[in-house]
């Protein structure tokens, strides 16, 4: 099994900056492809961005040029920096993670989700 833990969600003002951690542990084999996705009130959950195993990365058109997402494979890492952060990115962010673990099944996990408020 795979366990996920996120932190660095927060309150900022609009224009601020944010740094968002999803931490893989767990009996891993190794990580595919890793993502954000976040889901504000009242709508569904929307892809932020994504980055393969090889470092190929995509972005949401709402948060290209604002947001980079990176990963570290030795510390089975995935980061978000969010910078001119606007109200409308107020959601809860989740990190996704493709994996194969001992099970040798590979299998998709999510993060328990970490809240991002952006104020005006």
């Known amino acids: 099994q795979v366990q996920l833990v996120e932190s660095g969600g927060g309150s900022v003002q609009a224009g601020g900056s944010l740094r968002l951690s999803c931490t893989a542990s767990?009996?891993?084999?190794?990580?595919?492809?890793l993502g954000w996705y976040r889901q504000a009130p009242g709508k569904q959950r929307e892809l932020v961005a994504t980055?393969?195993?090889?470092?190929?990365?995509n972005y949401a058109d709402s948060v290209k040029g604002r947001f980079t997402i990176s990963r570290d494979n030795a510390k089975n890492t995935v980061s978000l920096q969010m910078n001119s952060l606007k109200p409308e990115d107020t959601a809860v962010y989740y990190c996704?993670?493709?994996?194969?673990?001992?099970?040798?099944?590979?299998?998709?996990?999510w993060g328990q989700g970490t809240q991002v408020i952006v104020s005006s």
């Open positions: 980055i393969t195993s090889g470092g190929a990365t």
């Open positions: 996704n993670v493709g994996a194969l673990s001992r099970t040798y099944t590979p299998e998709t996990y």
């Open positions: 767990g009996s891993i084999i190794t990580l595919y492809a």
